[in-house]
């Protein structure tokens, strides 16, 4: 299993640019999140999925979308790009059945410019 | 509402010392707790957890116990490595949600 993967390691916008962040598990978890990192504020939730069809806004939804159209997979797309979305962004998955324990993809390092 | 405290970083520990990190929670209904880790350049990896009270977790010498009292989930080794150096996070989860709670992560640095 390759677990939790991530498309791309690092990337670098402009201002005003749109791109889709991928993410992708091959554990048929029904629960899927994107969480962006940032210094001294730990894990905050963007949006979160609890299977296919269903998204939800977490804690700092706005300037994101997401959609899930299949188990496996969960972009997160950036509309309009900006400087505070600078940061690092993980995906993660889970399933009721293991105790909701989130298994976590490497991450992509975002720059705005 | 639902968060997790955790304590301020960053630590400095010798080798072999002992750890604690503290983390409290506030949380409806009956939490799960979990300690996750972050090496240099990686994303989250479970350390340990705990779905009830009193339950103690435990994995490659650390452990945190759960306990309900107090709202804590305090983790703790009794001999560091260098090779535990590394941001560990604290988070719960409710039984009424799905949605996953983090503390703002401590960074450990143990030298030699």
């Known amino acids: 299993n390759a677990g939790v993967t991530q498309t791309p390691k690092f990337q670098v916008l402009k201002t005003g640019q749109s791109m889709t962040l991928q993410c992708a598990q091959d554990m048929n978890h029904e629960y899927m999140s994107w969480y962006r990192q940032d210094p001294g504020m730990g894990l905050r939730l963007i949006h979160y999925s609890v299977g296919a069809g269903i998204t939800d806004q977490g804690e700092v939804p706005n300037g994101y979308n997401v959609s899930r159209s299949t188990t496996e997979d969960f972009p997160l797309r950036l509309l309009s790009a900006a400087p505070s979305q600078t940061s690092v962004y993980f995906c993660?998955?889970?399933?009721?059945?293991?105790?909701?324990?989130?298994?976590f993809g490497p991450g992509t390092r975002l720059t705005v410019l | 509402g639902n968060s997790v405290t955790q304590m301020e970083g960053p630590v400095t520990l010798s080798e072999e010392a002992f750890l604690t990190i503290n983390c409290t929670y506030t949380?409806?209904?009956?939490?799960?707790l979990f300690w996750y880790v972050q090496y240099p350049g990686e994303g989250l990896q479970l350390l340990l957890k705990a779905t009830k009270a009193d339950d103690k977790g435990s994995n490659k010498g650390f452990e945190a116990t759960y306990r309900k009292e107090t709202t804590s989930f305090h983790l703790e080794k009794g001999s560091v490595q260098v090779s535990d150096s590394a941001v560990y996070f604290c988070?719960?989860?409710?039984?009424?949600?799905?949605?996953?709670?983090f503390g703002t992560g401590t960074s450990l640095t143990v030298i030699p």
């Open positions: 988070a719960l989860i409710t039984n009424t949600g799905n949605q996953f709670y």
């Open positions: 993660a998955s889970s399933t009721s059945t293991g105790g909701y324990e989130q298994f």
């Open positions: 949380a409806t209904g009956y939490p799960s």
